[in-house]
């Protein structure tokens, strides 16, 4: 195994200068930092993340909390980070924030006081204790999604939910169902949405039917499960699913009811899913890649890495495709 005294004899320089060119810490001239990082590369040399992390005090590693592992939304927003901080030496640690009130309390009281990460990234939506413990690490956190107190990147989820619905409406629908979460906290992103279109469909003129408003669980099969419950008793000639997954689930459950998408049935949904494309889904595409990017970049900034800090804002798109058109009949 190489070892530093060798990258420094390779280098021409003392092992001193090879520990300040690798850790980036320390006064050196561009152009040594340039050789002893060339012939460690040469040379194979990997420095020892406990040695490194004795000298420097940094670990090279991320903690990202994230709700669900197995969901195309959070697995699209970590791979994203994860290829942002790769190029700048940063490992991610994953912890994964369950509904199990114990558990939550044993990460933040326990895992991540062990000094194993250099900064935090919450996919999770906290509770304020929380909140406190993750500042009390005195390290950089940086939340995606609504969380006070945090420095948060943000997509205005109400904006989304009244583009969705307005998409509808322009097209002539004005029986348009919800299926989403309409309850709960309303800084909640489900909230939110269900906001944004209540506010278009007020707008508008156009009455709320309590019959046309459902909750659902955010998946593929809970999307046609409710799709279904409710294209068996009334028919609208559209439907917002605050997810595309629910939406390719409502695209189902027309299929089952042999109704034509999108002659019978108008169907939009939220996210820009991989598979949006497959089914020729009208969506709001929110770029959770791109989310997941700026997250890395903005902790590389409170790291003090060299990375402008990204605007907190972020942006969604309307991408019509042929699962929205205008209604068949006259809208009532």
Do not use: C
Request: without cysteine; charged residues 25%; negative net charge.
């Amino acid at each position: 195994m190489v070892g530093i005294d060798e990258v420094a004899r390779h280098a021409g320089v003392s092992t001193a200068t090879v520990s300040r060119a690798l850790s980036g810490r320390g006064r050196i001239s561009p152009q040594t930092r340039e050789r002893v990082r060339a012939a460690a590369a040469d040379l194979g040399y990997v420095a020892s993340a406990a040695a490194s992390s004795l000298a420097t005090g940094r670990t090279r590693n991320v903690g990202v909390l994230v709700p669900l592992l197995d969901r195309w939304f959070y697995s699209t927003v970590i791979s994203a980070i994860s290829s942002r901080l790769l190029p700048h030496d940063h490992d991610i640690t994953l912890y994964n924030l369950t509904e199990d009130r114990a558990q939550r309390q044993r990460l933040f009281a326990q895992s991540l006081r062990r000094g194993r990460v250099d900064g935090v990234i919450a996919l999770s939506r906290l509770e304020s204790d929380e909140v406190a413990e993750l500042l009390a690490l005195d390290k950089p956190v940086v939340a995606v999604g609504p969380n006070p107190l945090l420095p948060a990147l943000l997509v205005d989820d109400v904006a989304v939910g009244r583009a969705a619905t307005q998409h509808l409406l322009g097209l002539g629908h004005r029986d348009i169902a919800y299926i989403g979460q309409s309850r709960g906290d309303e800084s909640d992103v489900p909230a939110q949405r269900h906001r944004g279109f209540v506010q278009a469909m007020e707008d508008a003129g156009v009455p709320l039917r309590d019959e046309l408003t459902l909750d659902g669980d955010f998946t593929i099969e809970g999307g046609r499960r409710v799709a279904r419950d409710l294209l068996a008793r009334a028919r609208p000639t559209a439907v917002f699913a605050a997810s595309d997954e629910m939406a390719v689930g409502v695209l189902l459950a027309a299929q089952e009811a042999e109704l034509r998408v999108p002659g019978d049935l108008s169907v939009i949904g939220v996210d820009g899913h991989e598979l949006s494309g497959v089914f020729g889904l009208t969506t709001i595409d929110q770029f959770p890649h791109r989310q997941g990017e700026r997250a890395a970049e903005l902790l590389l900034a409170e790291l003090g890495e060299a990375v402008a800090a990204p605007p907190a804002s972020l942006p969604f798109e309307l991408v019509v495709r042929r699962s929205t058109a205008a209604p068949a009949s006259p809208a009532r």
